[in-house]
């Protein structure tokens, strides 16, 4: 007779915590529900709640001789909202932030590329931080030395003139619409800052999308015999376009909403974030500031739809 | 014509030698196995057949042309992956007409390829579906449909049945084998399944440690295995030691054995014999397999079902006949 050697104790139930936790493993449930209760409340009540609100105020409007809101439904601030000088914001916005959007996926896609499918160990502990660095100084003082640096006297055309080159940008600031008297307070300069300060938002999705493409999946596409350049419109981009679409959502509504870049650098025209910025605070006009915010979600709804009909989300 | 030859190939990562030296050459409309564990560089070898990878030294033709150098996509060679790789955001029958999309085939055209490649491998009016709703199996064959499609010189298979239930795996070794005589394309199988190979190659490399142990006929390598790691990776052959050689008068260290050429029986005239006492046995269905210590060696006896088993620990006298020892290289 072999005898069988003692097992090792198991763990005790020890008072009120051990019999709660073997409460929680009979029912998963109430564990569930007190876990994601508080924050669906925060999302339901205080999130939703007030973006309905604000939908709401968009419905109001303004007596222009007392100042005060009219608490009737109207669609009077739409109309306003639609008049010469207001689309010429929400164009201007909207072309920025589309230009800055594909800027930054066009720029960071190769980086996105090399990070996901070469870097390795240190290597990659160096991409993110690389990524994640300038998220660690304060937006104001970025903005704020991008001025310095785009100045007529800052050291971009010091740079230029050193080798040469000043007539290229003298001849760019020469544009119409891109242009201006210097780059600071140019369109051209209120894109780079932009594309420059949510570059992050975008790279990582991308990043995080062309790391879950297998890398069979490369190689069986040239085996079947597709070149480089087929195998990265077939099979790379349709595959990473999840994280393009994420990515561009963040870039996207980021330069929609911003108002401290444009007014630090670029022309004294208004984007969306300042007119809503201008709307509820000097001007008053909470209605109209209302009306402008709903322009962002507006177009943010039908880009997804449309992404999902191209099928950006089919390989999810 | 030879489809395929390995001059003297190596492939080196950093200090790890992959593949080492490895000479062959498969000839065409040949089913040709390359068997080994896992790490033993048959993958790395089939991956430098598709182009996946560039010899570190050595020369590679491919039906008479170099290779090195030449990319993945400009070799008529296509490969069935371990894990199928099919692409999870295209239909199957997206999936199979790929290759011909990239070579510019017209829609209508590569459709019509596609579906015949569906149907040959018993897939029909699947096309319209996603790899993600077909079964291990199903995705199996989409991923040879996929390949064959391209009407290659030489199809590349890289553990295609791993993943497959025993069941499956057979069907599908002889699917295979009936497709290919009917084809009549060059296939290169890796496998570390010895049963596979021996089933179903004309001719297989066994392979360990990046070099090619033995090269011949199912036949060959099954009944005469060159080397102990043959003898001992392909049907567990048992390796008779020195001293035991030395007394059945052999001059090689090292002489195979295998089980089912044993009888546990007095020997006859003529026979060889060795004695000593029964160790294990196991049921195998139709036979029993008897583990024999003899002076600390063990030799395993494949013996019938049909026949008596003796006890643990009872002396039996071993007993072959002399044509069955086959003496082997010492590495």
Known sequence: MTTVAESFPLPERRGTAGRLSDFFWRHPHVLLAILLGPPLIWLGIVYLGSLFALLLQSFFSIDDFSGLINYEFTLATYRQLLSEANLDIIIRTVAMAALVTLASAVIVFPIAYYAARYARGKGKALF?????????SSYLVKVYAWKLILAKEGILTWFLAKLNLLWLLDAWLALPIVGGSSLSISYTGTFIVFVYVWMPFMILPIQAALERVPANLIEASSDLGGTPAQTFRHVIFPL?????VAGSIFTFSLTLGDYIIPQIIGSSRLFIGQAVYAQQGTAGNVPLAAAFTVVPIVIMGAYLWMAKRMGAFDAL | MTAVLFDNVSRHFGAVRAVDRVKLSIAEGEFFAMLGPSGSGKTTCLRLMAGFEQPTSGH????GETAEGVPPYRRSVNTVFQDYALFPHL??????????????IGREERRKAAEDALAMVKLPGYGERRPGQLSGGQRQRVALARALVNKPKVLLLDEPLGALDLKLREQMQEELKSLQQSLGITFVFVTHDQGEALSMADRLAVFNEGRIQQLGTPEEVYNRPKTRFVADFVGSANVLPVDLCRRLGLKASFASLRPEAVAIAPASNGALSLSGTV?????LGATNRIVVNVDGARIAVASPAANAVPAIGSPVTLSFAATDLHPMEDA
């Open chain 1, 128 to 136: 993110y931080l690389a990524v994640m660095l300038p998220l660690w």
């Open chain 2, 60 to 63: 590679i033709e491919i039906f």
């Open chain 2, 91 to 104: 239909s199957i029958l997206d999936n199979v007409a790929y290759g011909l999309m990239v070579r510019g």
């Open chain 1, 240 to 244: 990473a376009l999840p994280g393009i």
């Open chain 2, 279 to 283: 160790a294990s046995r196991s049921f």
